[in-house]
């Protein structure tokens, strides 16, 4: 009796700490990001370690930026991009975002497809039945209670550290991976190095860490504890990151296989843990961070969407005000699960994909946000410091220029 | 005729002789006079640079491509910068307005300018907004395709206008609403539930201008229908002076809630600030437990003596200036002020002149103490089918009234 209490207590005080920035890390490993650092460990080792540093202090800065336009301005990101950019733009980016997220949310479905076949569930009867639940999890309004299951089921990734330590892995190569970067001019490494921070500095998340800081009603003189549940999300995000990578390469990597096909390649990370248990157990973590992240991601980009183009939105609202915003939400669900439904889908492959296309997209997001949060006329004091736009404007620029060399690189090999 | 300032924006400006000056970039209107007209027009050169403004009473005509002045080139002069100008592009186009019959918060798409003439020749009034479809398809399209294919396109879409008289505009900058002489008056007609929930859509310094705008009474009613996690900060933002005055107008439990969810020092502060009955009454109502009968009810309620009859009871209630929110029942007490029974209305007005109160009284005589958990409460009002119930202390003394409304939000709030 008394352990129960202590341990209720112990969660109540976990609860309590978590907020919009802690959940939006958490959703940020979802099945496109625990695919990518899987291959990114499978294929390259320990090579792209060094890529989790320099992304780390993106990952902060961008998040922060967020979470510091919502608590000074009160608006969305979507909203914001509207009052300052006008329609056409705001359309545009909209296009993009949604485009960008349904790829996402096939991810998810993917996710959804790959761990039930562990199961030997086939994808005709997962997809389908997780799409509608997740679509009467979020209509029905019974989302808020089940969101603290999937975080707590979020510890799932503590496997990943475990396993990566059991793994043995070298870690004086680990190390030295990590501090000396190393550069490969190959397509498939850069365009890995695209996925990594596409996966990690997802473009929706700003959009919904922002939209989640003004419905808490953060305002700027409670921003700093914000800030510093923001920073500890971020540095959660990139350890978890780190540790499947470093699991992948201890295990697959070294044992020369260089490619996952499926959720039961990826599992392989997991078998200096849990021995033959390895695919159930990476097949519970994959369910539960791709269903987490199929209930927020389709809302969110609706959200987004129908606030940046002036429609009415919510999901307190009747479907008759806000036709717009339901259809869009369905449609995302309906085909972000149909595609997967495709015979002969490769399911890692569109995961990883996903996260490039997220990579793509970034400098663009990072762009407006950039010049938002420079403006002294909506931020007043809190303008970004130099420090910032350095960091993100580098970003900007580098992101640009790899992707410049990669569609010359593909033009180049293909001719 | 209709013009759209989507598609005025931009069009060419021609001086007296006939030379092209530049184009249409800003345009003006004095809010004051309703509904607007607009007072002067702000032209850019082709180049983009080279700003200038023309005020309107040199305006000679406006056709659909092109507005003639009848000045020339050199007399044109440079742009102002006034902020009691209303400009149309930069404070309207893009941003959030409050849609008074809609009853909701909206976002602009375009703009109806109506052309009519005037006393002194051609006049532009702002006749109406575009919210719907029809003014997002031109705003995306305009300048990209044939006009005759724009008009086509839109033909089918529904247009979806406010008519300006139902417009009320939101300004997050307090001095200049005043310079824009932004009033809100019309908002005060609204219900203050549909008020409140017009107020959770705008951002935090979009509601302390809102609310600095309005009358007492109106913020009053409105707060307690505002969500409670948004009451105490709006309160705060308004400063302690004003946040007594709009307390001293809720009704005593409402404003006890609200005061709960205050620090202890805003509280007594607030307190001190109030007319000391009013003061005194909510400070008892503080000492209970927000989820007891105590702290559950309201110390507005009518009392008589048990002994009174019909008839003077009757003229007693027509001295009363103001009767308390939902009045349905009357309290009869004896000269100690303990609580004998209570009396619908109903009952009263049908009673012959001389019927002595207490035999008229409700049968059985159901009463809560101030300590009563909420869920006695429920169970009473559920048993009973009540509308009103009086609360006591340990000495029977008539403390209070819970009414149903505040048994619905208890309710309705553990959902």
């Known amino acids: 009796m008394n352990f129960l209490k202590r341990w209720k207590a112990h969660i109540v005080i976990f609860f309590a700490v978590v907020g919009p920035g802690f959940i939006t890390a958490n959703v940020d490993n979802d099945s496109g990001g625990i695919y990518t650092y899987s291959l990114a460990g499978a294929r390259y080792g320990y090579a792209l370690l060094w890529t989790l540093i320099p992304v780390t202090f993106v990952l902060i800065v961008v998040q922060e930026m967020s979470a510091r336009l919502g608590a000074v301005t009160g608006k969305g990101l979507a909203d914001l991009i509207r009052e300052e950019f006008g329609f056409r733009i705001t359309f545009l980016m909209m296009l993009a975002l949604a485009v960008t997220n349904l790829t996402n949310v096939m991810a998810e479905f993917a996710g959804v497809a790959s761990s039930m076949e562990i199961f030997g569930v086939s994808k005709f009867l997962s997809v389908p039945v997780a799409?509608?639940?997740?679509?009467?999890?979020?209509?029905?309004?019974?989302?808020?209670?089940?969101?603290?299951?999937?975080?707590?089921?979020?510890?799932?990734?503590?496997?990943?550290?475990?396993?990566?330590?059991?793994?043995?892995?070298d870690w004086l190569v680990a190390a030295k991976a990590t501090l000396i970067p190393t550069v490969r001019f190959e397509l498939g490494y850069l365009t890995m190095f695209v996925g990594i921070i596409g996966a990690t500095v997802a473009p929706w998340m700003q959009f919904y860490l922002q939209s989640a800081i003004v419905e808490k009603g953060v305002e700027p003189k409670q921003y700093r504890q914000s800030r510093i549940e923001v920073i500890v999300g971020c540095v959660v995000a990139i350890v978890v990151a780190f540790f499947i990578t470093v699991s992948c390469a201890a295990t697959l990597h070294v044992a020369g296989r260089q490619d996952i096909a499926d959720a039961a390649d990826a599992a392989l990370a997991l078998r200096p843990l849990a021995g033959e248990w390895a695919s159930y157990l990476f097949a519970v973590g994959l369910l539960n961070a791709s269903v987490f992240a199929a209930s927020i991601l389709p809302l969110a980009t609706a959200y987004s969407v129908c606030e940046g183009l002036g429609f009415e939105a919510g999901v307190n609202k009747k479907f008759r005000d806000a036709p717009i915003f339901y259809w869009l939400y369905t449609l995302l669900i309906g085909l972000g699960a149909g595609l997967i439904l495709l015979p002969g889908m490769p399911l890692v492959q569109v995961s990883y994909l996903s996260q490039v296309a997220n990579g793509f997209l970034l400098p663009f997001v990072l762009i407006f946000m950039l010049i938002l949060s420079n403006r002294a006329d909506l931020m007043g004091r809190l303008t970004n410091s130099k420090g910032y736009n350095f960091v993100a404007i580098g970003t900007v620029v580098f992101l640009a220029v790899l992707t410049l060399v990669l569609v010359a690189m593909q033009l180049m090999g293909k001719a | 005729m209709i013009l759209y300032l989507s598609e005025f924006l931009g069009i060419s400006v021609y001086d007296s002789s006939g030379k092209k000056v530049g184009v249409v970039s800003e345009v003006a209107a004095r809010p004051m006079i309703h509904p607007p007209r607009v007072t002067m027009l702000m032209l850019k050169g082709s180049n983009g640079h080279d700003e200038r403004s023309v005020s309107w009473n040199q305006v000679d005509s406006v056709e659909k491509d092109r507005v003639s002045l009848r000045i020339t080139r050199d007399a044109l002069s440079a742009p102002a910068s006034d902020e009691s100008f209303f400009l149309l592009r930069k404070d309207l186009l893009d941003q959030q307005i409050i849609d008074v019959n809609g009853r909701k918060v909206v976002r602009v798409n375009d703009l109806l300018l109506e052309k009519r003439a005037g006393a002194v020749g051609v006049e532009l009034m702002l006749s109406a907004v575009d919210i719907g479809l029809r003014g997002a398809l031109r705003r995306l399209l305009h300048g990209a395709v044939p006009k005759v294919w724009l008009r086509h396109l839109e033909s089918n879409v529904k247009e979806n206008i406010i008519p300006w008289e139902f417009v009320d505009l939101i300004e997050s900058d307090p001095r200049r609403q005043v310079k824009l002489h932004i009033s809100h008056k019309v908002l005060t007609k609204l219900h203050p539930a549909d008020l409140a929930d017009i107020v959770e859509e705008l951002s935090p310094k979009e509601r302390q201008a809102l609310f600095i705008a309005l009358d007492d009474v109106t913020v009053a009613e409105a707060l307690s229908e505002v969500k409670p996690r948004l009451r105490a900060s709006i309160l705060e933002s308004l400063g302690i002076h004003r946040a007594a005055d709009i307390v001293e107008e809720m009704q005593p439990d409402a404003a006890a809630d609200l005061l709960a969810a205050l620090p202890e020092e805003t509280t007594t502060e607030l307190l001190q600030g109030m007319n000391s009955e009013e003061a005194a009454e909510i400070g008892?109502?503080?000492?209970?437990?927000?989820?007891?009968?105590?702290?559950?009810?309201?110390?507005?309620?009518?009392?008589?003596?048990?002994?009174?009859?019909a008839a003077s009871a009757r003229s007693l209630l027509r001295s009363i200036p103001e009767l308390p929110e939902h009045f349905t029942t009357l309290f009869l007490v004896d000269e100690g002020g303990v609580l004998m029974g209570s009396i619908t209305l109903a009952r009263l007005i049908v009673a012959p002149e001389g019927q002595i109160l207490s035999t008229l009284k409700s049968e059985p005589v159901l009463s809560l103490f101030e300590e009563s958990p909420e869920k006695d409460v429920i169970d009473l009002f559920d048993k009973y089918n009540l509308l009103t119930l009086p609360v006591v202390d340990q000495q029977r003394h008539l403390m209070g009234v819970v009414t149903v409304d505040d048994v619905i939000s208890v309710l309705n709030k553990s959902r």
């Not at chain 1, 979020?138 to 059991?166: D, Q, R």
């Not at chain 2, 008892?284 to 009810?297: C, I, K, P, V, Y």
Request: glycine share 6%; charged share 15%; hydrophobic share 50%.
């Open chain 1, 131 to 169: 799409a509608s639940l997740v679509w009467l999890l979020v209509v029905k309004g019974t989302y808020k209670t089940v969101e603290k299951v999937f975080l707590f089921a979020c510890s799932f990734y503590i496997c990943y550290v475990i396993s990566g330590v059991w793994a043995k892995p």
């Open chain 2, 284 to 309: 008892e109502l503080l000492e209970h437990a927000e989820n007891s009968a105590g702290g559950m009810m309201t110390t507005e309620y009518i009392a008589l003596p048990h002994t009174a009859d």
